[in-house]
Structures are given as structure tokens and as C-alpha cells.
């Protein structure tokens, strides 16, 4: 990769920053885990061609439920001129396997760099929810990301709250997160019964006796049926919405989401379903960003 990071050019570059949005000239966003999977994309990117890096969540709902520390830039960026990053070093190979080539891109995105008229600015704003090029990541990268996604005073009292509602304590409890897909969470389609029975069939010789487990989903449905099949699980019902995708988010909906975010933050492990072959990008990255063990579950052969 070095001696590709040697074709870069743009003299006037200086910094990528990554943008978070509900919507770009080329399309809406994708969600907080996307959007988290991007950064430590970029980071890696901006390390090998000793680019800057930053994040920028100001022009999204979200950002009123984060703490805006002084390493919070505010950008003279034209938010209504921004594009998505369209290579997202992915190539599926069939319903549960795909693979990256990352040479390619990264091949790639320096044409892009090199292409850019830096006159007026010397950042690249852009939203980029490409795989990383590299699969270990490092703890600097965490800890920066971090920073930039620590709940404010009153996102933290509704988790206090939360977990005492519950009666959970941090890094006590594991999650079972279940991705349902966007034909339940922006469709509004009725579980398959077939699903909930293979879901249930997993859970059974997955779950560990004396381990207290908390279900977070896309869907409430699924939350309801399990808690039925198993009364221990434990289960909060929450108003919860696609960070990316949904036109216009409540206040409440974003809360609901972040929620799930944080409460799963504080987990030991977390076990996700998913019916993508890349997985869910809500939990996986989420464990990657905090360092939390991760089972992920492939369940596209059964939703239907």
C-alpha cells in the first residue's frame, strides 16, 4: 500500500472529513454503524497518505444528543453539496459471503484526491461507509471515534435510567441483537413465524445459564414473541428509527436508537442476527468501535 500511497498528489489536500447527513446529492444516508464502519476507513486512508482526519456530525439530528467538545469543528461546508463516497470496497460473492479489494480502492480513491480542485478549501467532505482496507484496527482509531460519539448529559441520564430500569449493571449483561431488515423496520412487513422459530432454535444453544441477556431489535414485534418463548430475556420497548434512511426522525426515535447503541456499548458480548451478508452494521461496529466480544449470526436463508 505504500508504494500505491506514493502516486497521491493533491498538494493542497490537507484533511477528509466525514459527514454525517441525513441526505446527499447522491442519495440518503446509511446508518450510525455504516457511518462508524467509514471513519476507520478514512483513518486508515488518511494515516497512509498523511491526511488529517475529522468527523463531522453537526448537520445531523443526532449531534443534539452528543457532547460538543472543543475538538469540534465547525466546518464552512455546503452541506446541500456533499456526496456519498460511492466505493464502498464491497463485492458480494453470494447470500452470506462477499469480499473487499482494497488495493482497488484504494488505487481508486487517490484518483479521486489527485482529481480535486483544492482551491477554495483544502478539506474533502464526503459521507463514506467503506470497509476498512485493513482488518486490524487500531485503538488510537477508537478512542478518536469515540470522542466524537459520547452522549451528552441528557443522553446519559436516559441511560442511567434505563439500565435501572432494567436492572442491568455495565458490562453485567450480554445483548442479543436482532437485524430484521429494512422490509420490517421501513415497511412496516409481519414477522414470518418460520423466522422467529430459527431464531429461537439458535438462541436456545447459544444463551448460557446464570447470564442475564437483553434483546435489542429493529423490531418490537420480535422483542414481544421471544420474551414469550424465553421469560428470562430481558426486553425495553422503544421507539426506534434507521438513523440514515428515515426522512425525518423525532427527537424520540433518535433517542430510542441511540439508546440501543449505548446500552449495547456497556455489554460483554453481543450476539447479532442479521439477515446481510455483510452482517448488521449497528452491532458489529459497535463491538469493533468498544472492543466487545462479537457472534454474528447469518439468517438470510430463513427471512423470506
Not at 433517542?255 to 460483554?268: C, E
Request: glycine share 4%; charged share 20%.
Amino acid at each position: 500500500m505504500e508504494s500505491i500511497a506514493r502516486t497521491f498528489n493533491n498538494k493542497n489536500l490537507k484533511r477528509l472529513v466525514n459527514v454525517y447527513q441525513l441526505n446527499y446529492t447522491n442519495g440518503v444516508a446509511q446508518g450510525l454503524g455504516d457511518y462508524i464502519r467509514g471513519c476507520f476507513c478514512l483513518l486508515q486512508v488518511s494515516s497512509l497518505l498523511g491526511l488529517q482526519f475529522d468527523m463531522d456530525l453537526t448537520n445531523h439530528p443526532m449531534s443534539k444528543f452528543l457532547v460538543h467538545e472543543d475538538n469540534w469543528v465547525k466546518y464552512d461546508a455546503k452541506y446541500n453539496k456533499i456526496a456519498k463516497y460511492e466505493n464502498i470496497n464491497y463485492i458480494p460473492m453470494n447470500a452470506k459471503v462477499f469480499k473487499k479489494d482494497s488495493v482497488r480502492f484504494f488505487i481508486g480513491f487517490i484518483e479521486k484526491m489527485n482529481s480535486l480542485d483544492c482551491s477554495s478549501s483544502d478539506n474533502f467532505f464526503t459521507f463514506c461507509n467503506s470497509f476498512p482496507m485493513f482488518d486490524n484496527i487500531k485503538d488510537m482509531s477508537r478512542y478518536f471515534i469515540r470522542s466524537k460519539l459520547q452522549p451528552n448529559e441528557t443522553m446519559q441520564q436516559h441511560i442511567k435510567d434505563s439500565l435501572n430500569k432494567l436492572q442491568l449493571k455495565p458490562k453485567q449483561y450480554a445483548v442479543i441483537h436482532i437485524r430484521s431488515g429494512d422490509k420490517y423496520m421501513l415497511k412496516n412487513n409481519q414477522m414470518n413465524p418460520h423466522v422467529l422459530k430459527k431464531i429461537a432454535a439458535t438462541l436456545s444453544t447459544n444463551m448460557k445459564s446464570g447470564t442475564k441477556y437483553l434483546v435489542l431489535s429493529d423490531n418490537n414485534q420480535i422483542k414481544i414473541l421471544l420474551k414469550n418463548i424465553f421469560p428470562q430475556l430481558i426486553i425495553q420497548m422503544t421507539h426506534i428509527t434507521h438513523l440514515g434512511e428515515s426522512v425525518d426522525p423525532s427527537d424520540q426515535a433518535i433517542m430510542g436508537t441511540l439508546l440501543d447503541f449505548y446500552l449495547m456499548s456497556n455489554a460483554f458480548q453481543i450476539i447479532g442476527f442479521s439477515p446481510y451478508n455483510w452482517g448488521s452494521g449497528f452491532s458489529q461496529w459497535c463491538s469493533i468501535l468498544y472492543n466487545i466480544p462479537f457472534v454474528q449470526i447469518h439468517v438470510l436463508d430463513y427471512l423470506s
